[in-house]
């Protein structure tokens, strides 16, 4: 969830700054977030802290700390957020520097709170990709054309079907590269017909082509 960075130079100077970057990842491995102890680490391999950075930002690291002598003579630590990567202003790297008591106490609440950030970006994605109100085949296989790369998901209703029924509608889908992928929990009851049969429908579900 943390990795620190020690900006190492290969001199005498090095020492000391291992010194509190192992007391800051002692620090922060006190502390708990989304109900568990923080997982921290402590790069020390050799090379360019800025090549490591990004490393881990790939990696989806939430928080990267690099540590030079600047913090370490002024006790601070300089931050950057996997969700808040630059800076909007100037296009450069949004380092965030602060003491490193303060970044201690509230390193709990700055994952959840990243953690939160994500979620909502991704369900916002998920949600504006679901396309509902489609009640005839022909709008299902307009939708999903030839000339659409990426269409995300129909929310349709069916009759669960079985036997010679269910067959024809798994072939159905088959013909337009479709599958079934999955019920929505929190959907509203079923009502009308069923996309596939015209019969009575009993639940939602989503319709979409495996990439």
């Known amino acids: 969830q943390i990795v620190i960075l020690p900006m190492l130079r290969d001199t ?8 509190y970057c192992e007391e800051l990842r002692g620090a922060l491995a006190a502390q708990h977030a989304l ?11 050799p090379g360019k802290a800025t090549a490591k950075r990004w490393a881990w930002v790939k990696k989806g690291v939430p928080l990267v700390l690099e540590i030079g002598g600047r913090d370490l003579a002024e006790g601070k630590v300089s931050v950057i957020r996997r969700d808040r ?30 953690q939160r950030a994500l979620h909502a970006e991704a369900t916002a994605r998920r949600d504006a990709s679901i396309v ?3 009640d005839n085949l022909d709008v299902l296989r307009a939708f999903y054309g030839e000339d659409a790369k990426h269409p995300g998901w129909i929310e349709t209703q069916w009759c669960r079907p079985t036997g010679e029924e269910l067959e024809w509608v798994i072939e ?6 479709l599958t ?13 017909p069923c996309l596939f049969t015209g019969k009575p429908a009993v639940e939602r579900i989503f319709v979409a082509r495996a990439y």
């Open 132 to 134: 509902r109100g489609v």
């Open 172 to 177: 159905l889908l088959k013909s337009m590269k």
């Open 85 to 114: 990567l630059w800076n909007q202003e100037n296009g450069k790297v949004a380092f965030v520097g602060e003491s490193k008591e303060a970044f201690v106490v509230r390193s709990g609440s700055e994952l959840e709170d990243i």
């Open 180 to 192: 079934l992928r999955n019920v929505p929990l929190d959907a509203p009851a079923a009502q009308g």
């Open 12 to 19: 005498d100077e090095d020492a000391a700054l291992l010194a």
């Open 35 to 45: 109900g568990e102890p923080v997982r921290v680490l402590l790069d020390k391999r």
